[in-house]
């Protein structure tokens, strides 16, 4: 996890105002148009992290699940510090699936505040046709057109 956050962001998660010129040294390298290279990269790079640790949290709940012993009278400790731990890795799991979820929120923030910027819209279409006919045994004799 630390190797994903120094590799995007190799300033430290305390030097939020680095961050913040290097975002705008980005944009203004590109004229302020497109997206931002450094969250292009971290996003799906951090969306891929918090996936894996969701499913190794399952993965460990489902053990400790399997692995609870009968429940009895009296000296039931074992059980409650079982479903204890499960419970706290099911809260982590759902917190973090939360997180999942307002990481696609950027991109519906972003085009958002695009859209209330009221920038020019531009479209380039480009159309190229071209056509071969051949005839043969005609009153001209055979022919060979081409258009484009």
Known sequence: MEAILETH??????????????????LVAQQWEGSNPVLEH???ATRDMVSGCVAHLEIW????????????????????????IAKALKDLSDEW?????????YYTSRADAVDKLGLPKT??????SSSE????????????????
Not at 123 to 128: H, R
């Open 9 to 26: 962001f190799p300033h430290g998660a305390h030097a939020l105002s680095k961050v913040a010129q290097e975002f705008e040294a980005a």
């Open 42 to 44: 971290a996003i799906p």
């Open 61 to 84: 709940s489902h053990f400790i699940q399997l692995h609870v012993p009968l429940m009895e009278d009296g000296n039931n400790f074992g059980v409650t510090v079982q479903m204890t």
């Open 97 to 105: 699936k939360k997180m999942l979820d307002k990481m696609v929120s």
């Open 123 to 128: 479209s380039k279409t480009s159309t190229i």
């Open 133 to 148: 006919s051949d005839s043969t045994g005609g009153k001209d004799g055979d022919a060979h057109t081409t258009s484009k």
